[in-house]
């Protein structure tokens, strides 16, 4: 059973609008969360981490967490052509002698000019 | 700050062919991963390692796959005799506690 779930599965938006992507961890263990953008040809890079209850920003990428429901959302503003790529929610274990991060199914994320 | 290297970058094989997969972390990081990634799928966690102990290899299909990070620095994960099902992106990735940072992956295609 996959312990993360991403939606939705693709995603077009026009240069210049609003993106959201959703996450959801069905493991009440698995409440640490990243966001990862892996462009074609490339290994997956980092956007963002979230941690705790509430929104997170960084530059045009917004992140926002409910631990009760364990749902991450990212919001990317003012999309780019550049933006373009698939992307992954990952979600780790609480801090413990583990380390073990898992990964969503992915958005595919296409920024239209 | 040198990233997370990995090699060969492609890889071609017949079915019941070996291959190696070699990997070098971010100095310092002591948590390697290694990932599968099938075509438009997430990566899928075959491996981890801290230092050279294997905290968790319960992904790994062990009659096949094998890990190992000798020295807690650079690891090699070896398919012994490779499956068409076995078709996919292998990532490495690195990390100094949450997180990772990943290298650009192999591609490894069973014919």
């Known amino acids: 059973q996959q312990k993360v779930q991403q939606s939705p599965e693709s995603l077009s938006v026009p240069e210049g609008g609003m993106a959201s992507l959703n996450c959801t961890s069905s493991?009440?263990?698995?409440?640490y969360f990243w966001w990862y953008r892996q462009h074609s040809g490339e290994g997956p890079k980092a956007l963002m981490?979230?941690?705790?209850?509430g929104d997170k920003k960084e530059g045009r990428f917004t992140a926002h967490l409910n631990k009760a429901s364990l749902h991450v959302s990212l919001h990317i503003r003012d999309s780019q052509p550049s933006d373009s790529a698939l992307y992954f929610c990952?979600?780790?274990?609480?801090?413990?002698?583990?380390?073990?991060?898992?990964f969503g199914t992915g958005t595919r994320l296409q920024v239209l000019p | 700050e040198a990233g997370v290297t990995q090699s060969p970058r492609y890889a071609v094989l017949q079915e019941g062919q070996a291959v190696s997969f070699w990997c070098d972390p971010i100095?310092?990081?002591?948590?390697l991963y290694w990932y599968q990634q099938p075509r438009d799928q997430g990566p899928q966690l075959l491996v981890y390692?801290?230092?050279?102990?294997?905290?968790?290899n319960s992904q790994l299909p062990s009659d096949r796959f094998s890990a190992v990070r000798p020295k807690g620095t650079n690891s090699t994960l070896k398919i012994q005799s490779a499956k068409q099902g076995d078709t996919a992106t292998y990532l490495c990735?690195?990390?100094?506690?949450?997180?990772?940072?990943f290298g650009p992956g192999t591609r490894l295609t069973v014919l």
């Open positions: 990735a690195s990390s100094p506690g949450l997180g990772g940072f």
């Open positions: 493991d009440r263990n698995f409440q």
């Open positions: 981490s979230i941690f705790s209850d």
């Open positions: 990952a979600a780790s274990e609480l801090p413990s002698n583990t380390n073990k991060v898992v």
């Open positions: 100095s310092g990081h002591d948590t």
């Open positions: 390692f801290r230092d050279e102990a294997v905290i968790d």
